[in-house]
């Protein structure tokens, strides 16, 4: 399907810049195509749960930047926080749900298929 | 990303599917990096490892050059079993304070990268026991080869000290055999603390 869409997408002439909506270019899904979350998906796809620090160790970013687009994830259920105080200092815990995980996969087929539909005129 | 060119009197043009592969390769890239990066494991102990320094310093000055008796090796044995549980208890901690587990993925990958050269090392210690000149650069080539491998698996300055490490006992074994405490108080002594600063400063304590 996924590689079907991306042929279909490319014959159509379509790209992320011409198709503003929710679902972008080749239809992949905005939420997860952004560089940021993309990063929290797959950093949070290799280990049970991440802290805020880890994540934002991980990805040399922002506490305001990390907190934004990990809200952006929650509030899709692509991940679930937890929230804990150890020692008396509050701490956010994300893991990755079965949703988001699904969301990470398809991308990832997504992303094979174009390069497969690209690779095959030649 | 890169964009179509567009042409004069003409509607833009459709991205080229090569400009599409390259990125749809990138984003690939940048998964796989990702994953990686997270997959590093991470808590490796810096004040461990300044700690396991510093017994090894005061294990250095304490053998005071009684190789040839027993007692020097019952006293590096004894000061392995302090350092490695240091080691270890550092570990555990730092562990829980990033809210990792050591029982995850990347701690497994570390232990098993970690252990072989370790036994090595305790199967050529019990073979070469009265050979005790030949223990220090032994120690420190095996130790230094479990700290390498391990390293890959985990941030770059531990895969570094191991290295070093390595290259200490090499020195050892093969140019200076007579020298064992003073490559011994420099390599687990001298070389944890300086990378045990590095990582306690960089890699979160």
């Known amino acids: ?122 | 990303m890169n964009r179509p060119t567009l042409r004069s009197g003409t509607a833009p043009a459709a991205p080229a599917p090569s400009a599409l592969h390259t990125q749809a390769a990138r984003n690939l890239e940048f998964i796989r990096s990702a994953m990686e990066r997270a997959s590093e494991f991470t808590a490796v102990p810096g004040w461990g490892g300044i700690a396991m320094g510093s017994t090894a310093l005061v294990a250095a000055a304490l053998s005071g050059g009684a190789r040839r008796s027993g007692w020097w090796l019952q006293l590096w044995l004894a000061e392995a079993v302090v350092a490695s549980s240091l080691g270890a208890a550092a570990m555990v901690l730092k562990a829980m304070r990033s809210g990792t587990t050591l029982a995850a993925l990347p701690a497994r990958r570390f232990a098993l990268a970690f252990l072989p050269a370790v036994v090595s090392g305790a199967v050529l210690t019990f073979a070469l026991r009265g050979e005790p000149r030949l223990l220090p650069g032994c120690w420190l080539l095996l130790y230094g080869t479990a700290v390498a491998s391990a390293g890959a698996l985990s941030v770059r300055p531990v895969w570094l000290m191991g290295m070093l490490l390595m290259a200490l006992g090499v020195v050892a074994l093969v140019v200076a055999p007579a020298g064992g405490d003073a490559f011994m108080a420099a390599g687990f002594g001298g070389v944890q603390i300086l990378f045990g600063a590095i990582i306690a400063r960089k890699h979160g304590g």
Do not use: W
């Open chain 1, 1 to 122: 399907v996924a590689r079907r869409t991306a042929s279909a997408s490319l014959k159509a002439g379509r790209t992320p810049e011409t198709r503003p909506a929710t679902r972008s270019t080749l239809g992949l899904d905005r939420l997860i195509h952004e560089r940021l979350r993309l990063g929290i998906v797959s950093a949070l796809a290799v280990n049970e749960h991440l802290s805020f620090a880890d994540l934002k160790a991980l990805l040399q970013t922002t506490d305001g930047n990390l907190s934004v687009h990990a809200r952006k994830l929650e509030e899709a259920d692509y991940i679930a926080c937890r929230k804990t105080v150890v020692a008396g200092a509050s701490r956010s815990e994300y893991r990755l749900t079965a949703g988001g995980r699904r969301a990470l996969e398809k991308y990832l087929a997504h992303m094979e298929a174009i390069i497969a539909a690209t690779k095959a005129p030649s």
